[in-house]
């Protein structure tokens, strides 16, 4: 059991909640707090995530995908947002195979010298069988452009030769996660995301081969590559596919509105406090339309961060204003880059 602000939270929610005051006096607070589900996260990785916990229910920590958007966030609004986002997906070794070439590890590593946050997805390319129904090699982490079989795979063992593809691709990113590691940046990382919406491979299979291959790739990848520089971050709001509080640092969902709807998403808010027991920071780890800062505080639903999709999802006018981007970016309760750096540079809360 955690306690956050007054409120004593219990292991599980299933009536209306009693959510915690939002924003928390700062010298009267206490904030919800455990250890990295890595036992042998690293000092940074084990300040990253202390420093969210620490702002979870203080602070909004605003995100953008793609450093293209990201940067237009800055030249148009003004403002740095505090975390980044960036995908491992043309890492994919089927990707490399098609020519791509990625650069989102370098573009985390500046970012991080300059004081922000990275958040890492990965649009995992299918290690084989691309090309389904004509659908083009780059669609290849749709579950409707690839026959690649992860149940199938997974059933092999570890001699099996699409049980070993997996293994390789993971490989593959364990080396752009080293380089991340030896250059001290600690990142949320995301994998498998949405896999109960059934539209990517790794949840094409059901929750139970997802949960398996969750724990694989966590293994593979700390265990096996003995990299401890990663706040593991769950993306779903079903219980049957909630890997579990001990598998996972933060509780997130993605969420694309109407276009101008930016209600505090209340319902989702209570679904993933439900599935977490009260015992994990929930986050937003994709929008389109922007939850309206204020409503999120007259509605005390205190999201810890939001990461806006790239593209026209920021840039076109029609999901978030350009007036309301001001708004959001000007209000005292949302934490860019510069904020961040006056609540206290979260490299030092150890």
């Known amino acids: 059991m955690h306690i956050l602000g007054s409120i004593l939270f219990g292991v599980l929610v299933t009536q209306s909640l009693a959510f915690p005051k939002f924003p928390l006096d700062h010298h009267k607070r206490v904030w919800i707090t455990y250890d990295n589900i ?36 800055q030249s148009q609004i003004g403002k740095t947002p505090a975390i980044l986002g960036n995908d491992f997906i043309n890492y994919s070794p089927s990707a490399v195979q098609n020519g791509a070439s990625g650069t989102d590890v370098d573009t985390a590593i500046s970012n991080d010298k300059a004081g922000g946050i990275n ?32 149940k199938n795979a997974l059933a092999e063992g570890s001699n099996g030769a699409n049980y070993k593809l997996l293994l390789h691709d993971i490989d593959a990113i364990a080396v752009q996660l080293k380089r991340l590691q030896d250059n001290g940046v600690p ?44 706040v593991w971050v769950c993306n779903t709001d079903k219980s049957d596919w909630y890997p579990g509080n001990d598998k996972c640092d933060i509780v997130t969902v993605d969420i694309y509105a109407n276009a101008g709807d930016h209600n505090p998403q209340a319902s989702a808010w ?20 922007i939850p309206d800062p204020q409503q999120q505080l007259s509605q005390n639903i205190p999201w810890a961060y939001w990461v806006t ?11 978030n204003s350009k007036q309301f981007l001001y708004n959001v970016y000007s209000d005292s309760n949302v934490a860019t880059v510069d904020g961040v750096t006056k609540i206290g540079n979260w490299k030092s809360t150890t």
């Open 38 to 73: 890595d036992s042998n996260a690293n000092t940074q990785a084990r300040a990253l995530l202390k420093f969210i916990q620490n702002q979870f229910g203080w602070h909004y920590l605003s995100g953008q995908q793609d450093i293209t958007s990201f940067k237009w966030v």
């Open 119 to 150: 958040t890492f997805c990965w649009h995992w390319i299918a290690p084989a069988n691309l090309g389904k129904d004509g659908q083009p090699w780059y669609s290849g982490f749709y579950t409707k452009a690839t026959s690649f079989n992860l």
């Open 187 to 230: 990142i949320l990382f995301r994998p498998l995301h949405e896999p109960d919406g059934g539209w990517f491979w790794w949840g094409a299979s059901g929750s139970a081969a997802f949960k398996q291959l969750w724990d694989l790739v966590y293994t593979r990848l700390t265990t096996y590559h003995g990299l401890h520089n990663m």
């Open 270 to 289: 209570q679904m993933l406090y439900g599935l977490s027991g009260g015992s994990r920071v929930l986050a937003l780890a994709e929008v389109g339309a």
């Open 309 to 319: 999709w790239a593209g026209d999802f920021i840039s076109a006018g029609s999901s």
